[in-house]
């Protein structure tokens, strides 16, 4: 949560427009998209204005697809220009709008008109690394934020669980463990969550070999938890010996090649530049079934 406030000077064509995913941590966008319109939205994120604000531009509907022929080429024209489709959210003092971290949306044109808004997220994978302010909370909002902590470590316990039902390839409780981190997920949402266990392991493997540090910015994002994915942070990742961490990753493995390709590819609109991850195609192969088998038939 943060408060989002005016700058000192005018500032045009504001953040350029985006959609909050990140391929090479997250899936590609066919799956995220599948997966929310089968199991709604594993993370959101909100403003609340306290003036008047018109700042936000979206596009609506753009969380459930891919970008369209013309807003690729709005986007690789000017990311910063109105694209086809693009509608002011036009709030009120005291108003919320919430909406998807996939949708394609702007901070547009900053200007010195006083802005204060509240801009949140919530998230299925509640994680708060820092609770010192709950002192200064009201009964009633301590409890909130008591229940949610309890959460946390609960799905982090899940999420240790169902990687070591990988390590002993268990595929029994592989199955369960997903039923506990998301009670009634759907076939897409298991991919989904398959997909983020990769990226799971993936840091693990990455925090227990220091030989694999190859860039602060791998470094960073593994160590640092992440609110959109099971990405628990440095402290999780001790929860596994290094030789777990290798046998993890090669049960992993198969399926983190599947999702990239030979070549590097790009796709404006993401928080991104060019990689090897998709940014939107999801492979033939790559689903929760395919993932089991891949370790159940190997030595």
Request: glycine fraction near 8%; aromatic fraction near 12%.
């Amino acid at each position: 949560m943060m408060m989002m406030c005016n700058p000192v000077r005018d500032w045009p064509g504001g953040t350029g427009w985006h959609r909050d995913v990140y391929p090479a941590d997250m899936a590609p966008m066919d799956a995220l998209a599948s997966d929310f319109t089968e199991n709604g939205p594993k993370y959101v994120q909100w403003n609340v204005p306290l003036y008047d604000d018109s700042v936000l531009w979206v596009v609506p509907g753009s969380h459930r697809r891919r970008n369209t022929e013309q807003e690729t080429a709005d986007l690789l024209d000017d990311i910063k220009k109105p694209i086809v489709g693009g509608t002011p959210v036009e709030l009120n003092a005291g108003d919320g709008v919430i909406y998807s971290n996939f949708l394609l949306h702007t901070g547009s044109n900053y200007t010195t008109k006083k802005r204060r808004t509240i801009h949140g997220g919530h998230t299925v994978f509640a994680y708060y690394d820092e609770l010192g302010f709950t002192g200064n909370l009201s009964p009633w909002a301590l409890q909130r934020f008591e229940d949610s902590s309890r959460q946390s470590e609960r799905l982090k316990d899940n999420t240790e669980n169902i990687l070591r039902a990988v390590i002993g390839k268990d595929a029994i409780a592989y199955r369960a463990e997903l039923e506990s981190i998301q009670p009634g997920v759907g076939p897409n949402g298991k991919t989904a969550l398959t997909i983020y266990l990769s990226k799971a392991a993936r840091n693990i493997r990455i925090l227990k070999d220091p030989d694999l540090y190859v860039s602060v910015s791998r470094r960073k994002r593994a160590m640092s938890p992440n609110p959109t994915n099971l990405n628990w942070g440095s402290e999780f990742a001790d929860r596994f010996t290094p030789e777990e961490s290798e046998i993890l990753w090669d049960r992993f493995e198969t399926l983190d090649t599947a999702l990239q390709d030979d070549m590097e590819m790009y796709e404006p609109g993401f928080r991104t530049g060019p990689m090897y991850y998709y940014f939107n195609e999801l492979p033939d192969g790559v689903d929760t079934e395919s993932f089991i088998e891949s370790w159940e038939s190997r030595g």
